[in-house]
């Protein structure tokens, strides 16, 4: 890892009506539109779903890392999330991220310690932590398959 503190660029560029462009320096540029839930065409990227996807990708990387260190062999790894927005105070925001995992991993791994490993992956990630809301995970781990 590089000494801290990391920064990050993106850009987004939109006239008066369509969609926004979205990049990065070195990645290519994504398209993202309203969610349908805000009177969009639902087709397209939107800055809840890559919210959602952030908090999915980040707490993947962290699992990854993890399990790295603690040299735990694992096959694979789906995270689900659901992110609810609400009205707060009279304030719109994310309240709750809830993360619906599956780990599987190989015969003879300790599930006990594989679900650890899970917990401590979303206590390390830095997006929802950098988030007011609440996160909430509900892991399985499949052994053997």
Known sequence: MHDLPHRYAAAVSAGPEGNVRISSPS?????SAPPAEFGGPGDRWSPETLLAAAVADCFVLSFRAIARGFKMEWQSLRCEVEAVLDRVDKV??????????????????????????????????????????????????????
């Open 92 to 145: 719109t925001r994310f309240t709750e991220f809830h993360l619906r995992v599956v780990l599987d991993v190989p015969q003879g791994i300790d599930e006990a310690k594989a679900r650890r490993l899970l917990e401590k992956a979303e206590q390390a990630c830095l997006i929802t932590n950098s988030l007011k809301s609440d996160t909430h995970l509900d892991a399985e781990v499949r052994v053997g398959g």
């Open 27 to 31: 990645l290519t540029d994504i398209e």
